[in-house]
């Protein structure tokens, strides 16, 4: 399985430093239609190259953000077109070679139900869940614009924390994927976390501004 990864790794290195941010884009997409594919791989070498002055942090970024969207409406129409049953009878034939099981997919399922729509955002920075909650909601016909705005949200903050990490470890850049498997929970609450100061302090700050006294009062 090493050797797999280690081959997969070469490949992902020389797509990105032969096509540059088209590279990056594309195995962003095939990584969210095909999950063995860890983003893991992708987005910190992506980071490293960055650093190195041949790609440009902002640019392998939004190239990275954009092939996980693309990957992630896919899934979503998949969901939408193909329906409950048919996806189950794909996953039970054809789960292992994705490394996605039917236990996966329900849990996907009850997060959604759950959490509804926002569970699209948050699932965006948690491995495994992060490419079949597409799979829910469009199978549960989400708004499309509602959709989009939370997958490139979720998106963009796992992307940049993956690119981040590549160019601050440099040549290590390959330890990203055993610290994020070694403290995967603990990444994904700092994440969250992160996530709902931000929101909270976005919603406080609207309502400080619409409380504000206005000129004329």
Known sequence: MSDLLDRLAQIIQDIVLTLGYPGVALIMFTENVFPP??????????????????????????????????????????????????LRRIIRRYGKWLTVSEADYDRALRFFAKYGSAVVFFGRLIPLIRSIISLPAGANHMPMPQFLLFTTLGSAIWGFALTYAGLLLGENW???????????????????????????????ARLRNRNRPTVAE
């Open 174 to 204: 390959e330890q990203v994927g055993a610290v994020i498997e070694q403290y995967q929970d603990a990444v994904v609450i700092l994440l969250v976390v992160v996530v709902l100061i931000f929101v909270a302090w976005f919603i406080y």
């Open 37 to 86: 594919i860890p983003s893991e791989l992708v987005m910190p070498f992506a980071g490293f190259v960055a650093g190195q002055g041949q790609l440009s942090f902002v640019g392998v970024w939004i190239a990275g953000v954009i092939g996980s969207v693309l990957g992630a409406v896919v899934l979503y129409y998949a969901g939408m077109l193909l329906g409950d049953a048919v």
